[in-house]
């Protein structure tokens, strides 16, 4: 089999790229306004009660309508889940691969309609959308290969007269339940994941971008994969939520979301369900108070772009995205300056117009941000932005907050919108004291020159995903497994070689002879 290579990213100053993606994109806005089901089985069911998602960016576009599911449905597709996994656990971890693969083909060859869906339903600009699509086929094509590998023999110390054999087999059936930040990528990388290990899933999509999902889901059924192996049950998370984790028939429960909701669910599956004969397992990546540490030594320039892009980037709706920085007292004001500058070169507008800002997701995080804005105002100077911006959106300024204190609000509870905080550090080890001064651990960024520094940053900077002379977003598959410490998860390390594990349990079987 060849090996595992990322996708690449599509370069849109290629007019042969920029043509395909502005054709993508009409031909989706075309198919606005459809109506999706629920899938149980294979069967597709429209229900009454419907979503409507709506483009960010432009609230007059209704995206698409989806079904949603009660808990009557949800309970029947648990059925179909269990009744399915007798076979599919069965299946070799072969031909459970070909079908990502297969899935992974079909992606690539219409990535730039998958894109558009995204610049449509979250308001990612182009380069985002794109980004989240080649991620979403890298984790097909890594973990089909990881089940691959996780069938063939493992290694064992021999014993005479004995053959030893250790065999990952499936849980059973799990609750799959993404964001909406990545909402291809996520989605697709923990749904699959899950069954290419064998195990059968309900995934509930979130409620801000359902019609992705269920493009996904289409995809799915389009290369093959049987009936029941993931049904799709969106839902609201009040009617639904605690309904699907507290089920008896639940055996894991992947979650990918913010803190409150993770520790919530945490507490849900701990109860022990009547006629449930499992603990429940939880793989929990949640949120994050991610950083970038400046010290004397820093190439400026560079140190300024990366906390730019770390903390707008998808106006700064990534869990790794950098909402505060921490610099050394000496160099404090030269990358303040160049942060505002850079800053306030950021144009604001459409993602189907390629807008390095667009909006963010939806009213409830748009009134969110803007109060935290507020405090920001209150604990800080604010010295960019500050504000809403013009559209017809959710539609943000990218804003800079200066002078914060390290114990300040907006330096210990995650925003996830465009407002990094900044932090006057007195030297080095003070600088990695504050980068570790909250719950969270899940990504950090050292720009340093300075070899010690490094070193010491290696050891004492507590997170998942730490990142030298370099931004703290944009995690490979593959190449940075991803995870956080804390209150930012269980570190599950998506995209990596531990993370099929979390969906299986080691059976050993020993024959003597
Ligand atoms: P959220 O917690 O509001 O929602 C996540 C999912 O949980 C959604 O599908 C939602 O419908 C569902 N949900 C809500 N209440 C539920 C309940 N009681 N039971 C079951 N499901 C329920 O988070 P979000 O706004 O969709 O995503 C943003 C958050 O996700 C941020 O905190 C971000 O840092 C985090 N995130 C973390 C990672 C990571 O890898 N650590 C990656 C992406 C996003």
Not at 253 to 273: E, P, W, Y
Not at 358 to 365: A, Y
Request: net charge negative; proline share 5%; charged share 25%.
């Amino acid at each position: 089999m060849i090996e595992f290579r990322n996708e690449p990213f599509t370069n849109f100053a290629d007019p042969v790229n920029k043509e395909a993606m502005q054709a993508a994109l009409t031909k989706v806005k075309s198919e606005f306004g459809k109506e999706y089901p629920l899938v149980i089985g294979g069967e597709k069911i429209f229900t009454e009660n419907k979503l409507e998602s709506r483009n960010p960016g432009k609230l007059d576009e209704l995206v698409g309508i989806q079904s949603k599911a009660n808990r009557d449905l949800v309970d029947q597709a648990f059925q179909v889940a269990l009744e399915r996994f007798k076979s599919w656990q069965f299946v070799s971890p072969d031909v459970r691969a070909g079908y990502l693969f297969r899935a992974a083909a079909v992606m690539r060859r219409r990535k730039f309609e998958f894109a558009a869906w995204m610049v449509y339903e979250a308001g990612k600009n182009w380069g985002e959308a794109d980004a989240d699509v080649a991620e979403a086929i890298d984790f097909l094509e890594f973990y089909g290969r990881e089940a691959i590998r996780l069938g063939g023999p493992q290694p064992l110390v021999p014993l005479e007269g004995e053959d030893n054999r250790l065999t990952y087999v499936p849980l059973g059936v799990g609750v799959i339940i993404p964001p909406w930040n990545f909402p291809l990528a996520i989605m697709a990388g923990m749904t699959t994941a899950a069954i290419v290990s064998g195990n059968t899933v309900l995934l509930k999509p979130a409620s801000q971008t359902p019609i992705i999902a269920a493009k996904f889901v289409e995809l799915m059924e389009e290369i093959g994969l049987p009936a029941g192996v993931i049904n799709f049950v969106p839902g609201d998370p009040g009617e639904i939520g605690d309904f699907l984790t507290g089920h008896p028939k639940t055996r894991f429960v992947s979650f990918t979301g913010s803190r409150d909701v993770g520790l919530r669910i945490n507490q849900i599956i701990a109860k022990t369900a009547e006629g449930q004969v499992w603990i429940k397992r939880l793989v929990a990546e949640m949120g994050g108070k991610d950083a970038v540490v400046v010290d004397e030594s820093a190439d400026l320039e560079e140190a300024a772009t990366g906390i730019v892009q770390s903390a707008f980037g998808f106006q700064g709706q990534k869990c790794s995205a950098g909402s505060r920085a921490i610099i050394h007292k000496d160099v404090y004001d030269e990358v303040l300056q160049k942060v505002i500058e850079k800053t306030k070169q950021l144009t604001i507008g459409l993602p189907e117009e390629n807008y390095p800002i667009g909006p963010v997701v939806d009213e409830k995080s748009y009134n969110k941000i803007l109060e935290y804005i507020e405090i920001g105002k209150q604990e800080g100077r604010l010295v960019a932005g500050g504000g809403k911006a013009e559209g017809n959106g959710y539609y943000i300024q990218p804003t800079v907050i200066a002078d914060v204190k390290e114990d300040a609000r907006v330096m210990l509870e995650e925003i996830f919108g465009p407002v990094v905080a900044f932090c006057k550090a007195e030297n080095f080890e003070h600088s990695i004291e504050i980068f570790n001064n909250t719950e969270y651990g899940l990504t950090g960024a050292l720009y340093s020159n300075n070899r010690e520094h490094l070193e010491y940053a290696r050891k004492y900077m507590h997170c998942g995903n730490l990142y030298f002379n370099r931004k703290c977003t944009g995690a490979l598959v593959g190449v940075h497994p991803f995870g956080g410490f804390n209150m930012s998860g269980t570190d599950s390390k998506a995209g990596g070689r531990d993370y099929l594990l979390l969906f299986t349990q080691g059976k050993v079987i020993s024959e003597r002879f």
